[in-house]
């Protein structure tokens, strides 16, 4: 929902949400490990996502021209 919150703020609209049963695939939670892409690579992201979306959103917009 945090993720949905940013878009919304982000886009300027509120979102139309239909809450639904899990569907058959749906993952509840993830575990990722990205210790071997800090290790190998020396990457340890900095953006947080709300940062991201923002700047997604600014983009899209400019691209398209919406």
Do not use: C, N
Request: aromatic residues 14%; hydrophobic residues 40%.
């Amino acid at each position: 929902m945090d993720y949905i919150a940013a878009l919304e703020k982000s886009l300027g609209k509120k979102a139309v949400i239909k809450m639904l049963p899990l569907q058959p695939g749906d993952v509840l939670d993830t575990f990722a490990d990205v210790s071997d892409l800090v290790e190998q690579f020396q990457y340890k992201p900095t953006t947080l996502v709300e940062q991201g979306i923002e700047h997604f959103v600014a983009w899209y917009r400019e691209y398209y021209k919406t």
